[in-house]
């Protein structure tokens, strides 16, 4: 029987494969909350019935000459990857702080490169004597298995109900070529498929290229043409003149232990109103509360932050969802500025409101794409290089993610919470995650230990921050009020 053949990795997988540094592992980390309790080998017979049909998790990622290749791993053992997990918690500390202690330091363990690059990690009884208990079942994929928005796509087909991935035709012979498709934009003329491919994106970035494509040949519509253009070269342009971020002790160089923590979750309905009230949408709404949660926090430990913004990228999709099943990395990376020094929260959310209002349309997340698939195609040390242009302006990470509207079952059982963290490259010390969850909203952070070793203040700080919103929009006048 011959051997599997290997199958060529993308540019831009390859450079999120060669991302590892001491300080900063490329995982995606992700914790479930499971009511009752859940035994290990229900998790691995669904695990090897639903996620073992996806060909990413059962290869190996293999570097060479010129990149790197998936290699299925023929000594595959599930139990090398479905885990018992046992908590020790020290003296008076209570379970769920003990696997916060726990998924920091799976954090920052790497993961075997002799094997798939995804582990996952079951505590089958977190609560111990109460009854039913509950489980906690902390995952970890390598980024260059897929980013978040696929990976979301791919861990609830874990739940029950979740649908299997569609059967796959033969490749193409140029299928490589098209999973690259951004990269070839770079050095060949603009085409269709190339419109389409961008075209996913939204917003004013797709509407002028839907433009464009209806002209027959691309080139044709002069005037979108030259509007683009200028656009593209002015997002250029901007990226690589970003100034430095406002120093503050969240800042520095990396090292290599974590912290993680996450809050009560918080009602999408409730958030969904204040914005509503306050002509914000739900995105304003919560990033005025991180920005006034990190704000406050700096105050705390004696830090002025009056005048200061911090510089967060963030993920931006590049794929249509419905293809979402198919891994890989395509998405790109948005400069968003936070206004950290602005006490006043209705100040701070116009602020926040603006600055979101800046990135529509823009072409910053294409370019960023741009940037990665050059850099797969580089040896390490100037694909290190490249990529540490956005750490040294940069203090954090952001993502935020849609998830499912109703509470999902697995195995039977309630997944009662869902939180997760994605990685930060380079000397970037700061990961913040929000997730939509079961008409609830998950506030997640995890930094470095040195930089910020007490998450847990930033996040205590979140609810605070949105219930001064709340009171505020509570205060304003509503339709059909009296006069005085």
Known sequence: MSAPAAQRMTRVDTAWLRMDNDANLMMIVGVWMIEPAL?????????????????????????????????????????????????????????????????????????????????????????????????????????????????????????????????????????????????????????????????????????????????????????????????????????????????????????????????????????KSVGQGLGASINDVLLTCVAGAIGDYLRSRGEDPTGKEIRAMVPVNLRPMDQAWKLGNRFGLAPLVLPIGIANPIARLDAVRARMNDLKGGYQPVLAFAMLAVAGLLIKPMQDALLGLFSKKTTAVMTNVPGPREALQLCGRTLKQVMFWVPQSGDIGMGVSILSYAGNVQFGLITDDVLCPHPDQIVSRFQPEFDKLLYLSLMLPWEGQLAA
Not at 76 to 90: C, G, K, M, N
Not at 117 to 122: E, G, S, T, Y
Not at 221 to 244: H, I, N, R, T
């Open 39 to 271: 035994a290990l080998a229900e998790l691995r017979e669904r695990v090897a019935s639903r996620l073992l049909k996806y060909d990413r998790f059962r290869q190996k990622a293999v570097e060479d000459t010129m990149g790197a290749h998936w290699l299925e791993d023929v000594d595959f053992d599930i139990a090398h990857h479905v885990v018992p997990e046992t908590l020790s918690p020290r003296p008076g500390q209570n379970p769920v702080d003990a696997l916060k202690d726990r998924v920091a330091e799976l954090t920052a363990t790497p993961l075997d490169r002799d094997r798939p690059l995804w582990q996952f990690h079951l505590i089958e009884h977190l609560d111990a004597g109460d009854g039913r208990g509950r489980s906690a079942f902390v995952m970890r994929v390598h980024h260059c298995i897929g980013d978040g928005i696929s990976l979301v796509s791919v861990m609830l087909s874990l739940t029950d109900g979740g649908k299997p991935p569609p059967e796959r035709k033969p490749a193409a012979p140029d299928e490589d070529e098209e999973a690259d498709w951004l990269m070839d934009t770079l050095v060949k003329p603009i085409t269709n498929l190339t419109i389409k491919a961008i075209g996913v994106t939204g917003g004013g970035m797709a509407k002028g290229i839907d433009l464009m494509g209806q002209q027959g040949h691309p080139l044709e519509g002069g005037a979108e043409l030259a509007k683009m253009s200028y656009q593209v070269l002015s997002d250029a342009a901007s990226m690589l003149l970003m100034p430095d971020d406002s120093p503050t002790s969240l800042k520095g160089k990396a090292t290599p232990g974590k912290k993680v923590a996450w809050g009560e979750p918080l009602s999408l309905e409730l958030v």
